[in-house]
T-cell receptor
Framework: GAGVSQSPSNKVTEKGKDVELRCDPI?????LYWYRQSLGQGLEFLIY????????KSGLPSDRFSAERTGGSVSTLTIQRTQQEDSAVYLC???????????????FGPGTRLTVL | QKEVEQNSGPLSVPEGAIASLNCTYS??????FFWYRQYSGKSPELIMF????GDKEDGRFTAQLNKASQYVSLLIRDSQPSDSATYLC?????????????FGGGTRLMVKP
């Protein structure tokens, strides 16, 4: 089956515009995660979904960031009024998430490179 | 203190040598441990996971887990230039929600021909 997919692969936007990033997890994976990675830096956790609910959204950097997941599948990360410091690669990952050994293994999508001019 | 710590490197080894990458974590009760490899400009890819104390081998890779000392290592035998990448350690810490993983900052490995 297909892996995690993300779209768009690249997004260039102007400061102040809103952007939407999409993640399509592996079929059957109930858990979904968003991370951000700035150039040369480590992974920064943003938000975690189990099904359609978000038990942990502690990593969202400001109220300009929001995410939703519908139907237990596709997730959208929205950044409002983008700033230059939002420029980064946004990575999505999914895992089986149903408990038991191996269900917490995360598989990553290719990422969306966001550039805010 | 970070919850999952790795030396940022770079760790430089000659081709054919054994590369040893280390990771320490904060929660003694943690159960799941993962190693990912990330090439420059690419997303992380899973190398292997380990749940039990001791060694787990997969090809040229061996993960070693010592829960009492709270560290997990990755050994790469017969290192190749194509192994040059950043290696990320990830742990399902005891205080994580659900199946979340906490990632270390990564160790950059350089294998020189």
């Amino acid at each position: 089956g297909a892996g995690v997919s993300q779209s768009p692969s690249n997004k260039v936007t102007e400061k102040g515009k809103d952007v939407e990033l999409r993640c399509d997890p592996i079929s059957g994976h109930t858990a979904l995660y968003w991370y951000r990675q700035s150039l040369g830096q480590g992974l920064e956790f943003l938000i975690y979904f189990q099904g359609n609910s978000a038990p942990d959204k502690s990593g969202l950097p400001s109220d300009r960031f929001s995410a939703e997941r519908t139907g237990g599948s596709v997730s959208t990360l929205t950044i409002q009024r983008t700033q230059q410091e939002d420029s980064a690669v946004y990575l999505c990952a999914s895992s089986l998430g149903v408990g038991g050994a191996g269900t917490d293994t995360q598989y990553f999508g290719p990422g969306t490179r966001l550039t805010v001019l | 203190q970070k919850e999952v710590e790795q030396n940022s490197g770079p760790l430089s080894v000659p081709e054919g040598a054994i590369a040893s990458l280390n990771c320490t974590y904060s929660d003694r009760g943690s159960q799941s441990f993962f190693w990912y490899r990330q090439y420059s400009g690419k997303s992380p890819e899973l190398i292997m996971f380990i749940y039990s104390n001791g060694d787990k081998e997969d090809g040229r890779f061996t993960a070693q887990l010592n829960k009492a000392s709270q560290y997990v290592s990755l050994l790469i035998r017969d290192s190749q230039p194509s192994d040059s990448a950043t290696y990320l350690c990830a742990v399902n810490l005891l205080n994580n929600a659900g199946n979340m993983l906490t990632f270390g900052g990564g160790t950059r490995l350089m294998v020189k021909p």
